[in-house]
């Protein structure tokens, strides 16, 4: 059985003036106890690698989108990025869904798309997950 986990980060503005808040929507955690229950089969209340590392992924594809955005002049009012990260008993880390939801003043779907896959090429997260697949739902608001 495949359990998803996911973690979603808030931007809010470019890299370097922006900011963002990044929860983990798995497990509600202040703290982050892991488990292998946690992570084979989804015990509430425990975090688990792949949460973990949906948090890292959103995070940064968060600020590879907005810094790539910034640089060509479209600094984004918000994104809104949730990682969700699969793991398959036996299988390991399967997949990475990244969907992005996106505030941009002044730029068209095409573009808007165009920086989207490029920004899920261009995270270092994404780069460090070269094995797994990563796949990417992304709307302007």
């Known amino acids: 059985m495949a359990l998803t986990s996911e973690a979603t980060t808030l931007w809010f503005g470019d890299l370097v003036t922006g900011s963002g808040t990044t929860s983990l929507d798995s497990s509600d955690a202040a703290e982050f106890p892991v ?3 946690a992570r084979s089969e989804g015990v509430a209340g425990l975090t688990n690698p792949e949460e973990l590392l ?3 992924h959103s995070a940064c594809y ?5 810094n790539e955005l910034g640089k060509a002049g479209h600094a984004p ?11 398959q008993p036996g299988d390991g880390i399967t997949g990475s869904h990244l969907l992005v939801s996106a ?4 730029i068209t779907e095409d573009e ?3 920086f989207a896959e490029g920004a899920k090429e261009n995270c270092p997260v994404s780069k460090a997950l070269a094995g797994v697949k990563i796949t990417l739902e992304a709307n302007l608001a």
């Open 35 to 37: 488990s292998w229950q």
């Open 54 to 56: 949906g948090a890292a």
């Open 62 to 66: 968060s600020m590879a989108l907005s």
């Open 77 to 87: 009012e918000s994104l809104q990025v949730t990682a969700a990260v699969t793991f």
């Open 103 to 106: 505030k941009i003043p002044g």
């Open 112 to 114: 808007f798309q165009a």
